[in-house]
Nanobody, 127 residues
């Protein structure tokens, strides 16, 4: 089990930027994949970005590709999500999550494929 704590959310105008951080503790040696999900009110929780232990070939949902960057610092047991050119449709609660196994198809991963979750941090983008 991995304990996760997100930070960095807030209110920002469209076109602005935020950087989310996720600090992990516990069984971090099993954190093969770390990801960021978001959930808007009344909508399903969706994977927006994911990264492997090595950091190679990170995954991004089409809706955020080119605007968001996920990174991982294994020495600090942390994962980050740099969000640029934010849009109102990016509004939602952002969750850091950990998968204890690797994956060859990040696009096929859903919330059920991640076993540890943070409490979430609210991101609100005004128009």
């Amino acid at each position: 089990q991995v304990q996760l704590v997100e930070s960095g959310g807030g209110l920002v105008q469209a076109g602005g930027s935020l950087r989310l951080s996720c600090a992990a503790s516990g069984r971090t040696f099993s954190s093969y994949v770390m990801g960021w999900f978001r959930q808007a009110p009344g909508k399903e929780r969706e994977l927006v970005a994911a990264i492997s232990w090595s950091g190679g070939d990170p995954y991004y949902a089409d809706s955020v590709k080119g605007r968001f960057t996920i990174s991982r610092d294994n020495a600090k047991n942390a994962v980050y999500l740099q969000m640029n050119d934010l849009k109102p449709e990016d509004t939602g609660v952002y969750y850091c999550a950990v998968r204890s196994r690797g994956s060859s198809n990040y696009a096929g991963l859903g919330p059920e494929d991640f076993g540890s979750w943070g409490q979430g941090t609210q991101v609100t983008v005004s128009s």
